[in-house]
């Protein structure tokens, strides 16, 4: 199921299934309901989305269900925005109603650990969900017009999104402070193995999405499939060997043999990954040799990121250093 596109007067609701936007300055608000207003969208708020418990800057889990819940069942909400990302969005998924959840599709986007709730509710109920930016990424001051793009592309305009590499990205602490900005010249999307794939994409913040393994959350391989991953910057670096075996927990996931093609999204600075350590990584790996695999993608949790749809189509060719990514839903 493919929600409906976003048009002016349409309502979208900000929700905080993970951390509270308690945690945002001023200026961050501000700044992101402006955006989104001037998109021409009446901004809303969850009754818990600034509900706050020091030990997981979030509220208890039955009440950010119920934000989302309530999103889903209010006729008038046509999105659902999430505050920001953080550690325990898989607390609240045996509290989720899906059966509501799927006879009212709608927008959900996301990033980070809300990679449980997209894969989960795809999985469980066949909505298409979406990786993209956060709330609180409409804050940003500089920097953003990639992202916004994209978003838009993918909400408000019809028709398939041609993804291509923005010319600079940052991986700075932007909401410390909004001036004193590092931008860098970004060397785009390369390859690593060549082929043509098309298929379900699958995916988001790697690490996150394998806390679904061996759950009736995960999504099955069961179709072919186009796994889009990327991880942060919590594993230090560690980043090569932590992503090395949490690519291996899933390639050992039942039907793994119908992903037919990999997007690796733009690692962080502290990773002190390169393009030739990506290379040894997923050539060592034999299940993959056979399809093709491209990183650098302009999505994970440096800046300016894609929108994408999980559940929705993606296309793929990699073939002499040349990348041609296109996706649907």
């Not at 899906?98 to 709608?106: E, Q, R, S, T, Y």
Request: some cysteine; charged content about 30%; aromatic content about 10%.
């Amino acid at each position: 199921m493919v929600p409906e596109k976003l048009k002016v007067g349409d309502e979208i609701r900000i929700i905080a299934p993970s951390r509270s936007m308690a945690i945002l300055g001023d200026d961050c608000i501000n700044l992101a309901t402006k955006r989104l207003e001037e998109l021409g969208l009446k901004v809303t708020f969850a009754k818990h989305v600034k509900d706050f418990d020091s030990d997981y800057m979030c509220t208890n889990a039955k009440d950010r269900a119920e934000d989302l819940n309530e999103a889903f069942r209010d006729k008038n909400v046509k999105a659902i925005l999430t505050v920001i990302g953080g550690f325990n969005s898989n607390q609240i998924l045996k509290y989720l109603d899906f059966d509501l959840i799927k006879n009212n599709p709608k927008i959900l986007c996301g990033f980070s650990d809300i990679t449980i709730l997209l894969d989960s509710i795809y999985a469980k109920t066949g909505l298409v969900t979406y990786y993209g930016p956060h709330y609180s990424s409409f804050g940003m001051e500089k920097g953003f017009e990639y992202t916004m793009d994209k978003f838009k592309s993918m909400f408000f305009e019809d028709g398939n999104v041609i993804v291509d590499s923005s010319k600079e990205w940052s991986d700075d602490a932007w909401f410390l402070d909004q001036e004193n900005r590092e931008f860098i010249k970004n060397n785009g999307m390369f390859v690593i193995n060549e082929g043509e794939a098309k298929g379900t994409i699958v995916g988001g913040n790697l690490c996150t999405l394998n806390l679904l393994q061996g759950t009736e959350y995960m999504p099955k391989f069961k179709e072919p499939t186009i796994l889009f991953i990327e991880d942060d910057e919590m594993a230090g670096k560690l980043f090569l060997v932590e992503f090395d075996r949490n690519l291996v927990s899933t390639i050992m996931q039942p039907y793994f043999e119908n992903v037919k093609g990999i997007v690796i999204g733009r690692e962080q600075k502290t990773s002190n990954m390169n393009k030739e350590k990506w290379i040894k990584l997923i050539k060592s790996k034999p299940e993959l040799e056979n399809i093709p695999v491209i990183a650098g993608c302009d999505f994970g949790h440096t800046t300016p990121i894609i929108t994408f749809p999980i559940g929705g189509e993606a296309k793929l060719k990699a073939k002499d250093g040349e990348i041609e990514l296109e996706i649907k839903g």
